[in-house]
């Protein structure tokens, strides 16, 4: 699987849009982006994915650039409750079927 | 109803103990996995089975033995437990994927301290 690049923390006021970036630029054909969370020590909780395509759902956004070689998670309008661990996550599986966790960006929304 | 369910929720054990964890999921999933959280936050995968079948196995010591009585089940059971072996563990399951259009869901984690 691909591996990403995340930047390790970021800071977004709340009711604004948090955009978190990745880098995975060795991305291939039949790899999907995924995007998981993790608030606190909580299990990893599953956001949102895509191959080519923008993607949107009740969550976040997902951004694609034409290349496949990076993306952007958007959180349109981050809460105190979006404070997470956010990771990026290139995966193909139809050879094996694991997630591979890199270290993610650490999301503080602060009031 | 919760979707994975992973049982105690809190381990405490001296070294050298034998103890298991229990992972049960409701969705109808056909693969279920373990990870391990260690204190530097780094999740990694340690088994996949599908269908009560292993498919992987990421170099873990044989200490730790997972067991799969049905699809719906899966039991991790460590031996001899050592310092190291303290962490979060976190049971997830997903539907196993002949392509990649599906997502995981993790359940609460175990935490296992080591004393």
């Known amino acids: 699987d691909a591996k990403t690049t995340q930047p390790p923390s970021m800071d977004c006021a709340e009711g604004r849009a948090a955009n978190l970036p990745c880098n995975h630029s060795?991305?291939?054909?039949?790899?999907?982006v995924y995007w998981y969370r993790q608030i606190h020590s909580q299990g990893p909780q599953y956001i949102i994915h895509?191959?080519?395509n923008n993607e949107t759902n009740e969550m976040a956004s997902l951004i694609i650039t034409e290349d496949r070689k990076s993306s952007t998670l958007i959180l349109p309008h981050a809460t105190l409750r979006d404070t997470a661990v956010y990771y990026c996550i290139v995966r193909v599986s139809y050879n094996t079927d694991k997630l591979i966790f890199g270290t993610g960006t650490r999301l503080q929304v602060f009031p | 109803d919760t979707a994975v369910s992973q049982t105690p929720k809190y381990l405490v054990t001296q070294m050298g103990n034998d103890k298991s964890i229990k992972c049960e999921q409701n969705?109808?999933?056909?693969?279920m996995y373990w990870y391990k959280q260690d204190s530097k936050k780094f999740l990694k995968i340690m088994f996949s089975y599908n269908n009560k079948e292993l498919i992987i196995n990421e170099t873990v010591p044989n200490r730790f033995s997972p067991k799969s009585p049905d699809k719906a089940h899966l039991n991790l059971h460590i031996n001899s437990l050592e310092l190291g072996d303290s962490a979060v563990y976190f049971c997830a399951s997903s539907q196993l994927l002949v392509n990649s259009n599906t997502e995981a869901f993790f359940g609460q984690g175990t935490r296992l301290t080591v004393v």
């Open positions: 895509g191959l080519k």
């Open positions: 969705l109808g999933h056909d693969t």
């Open positions: 060795t991305i291939s054909g039949n790899e999907y």
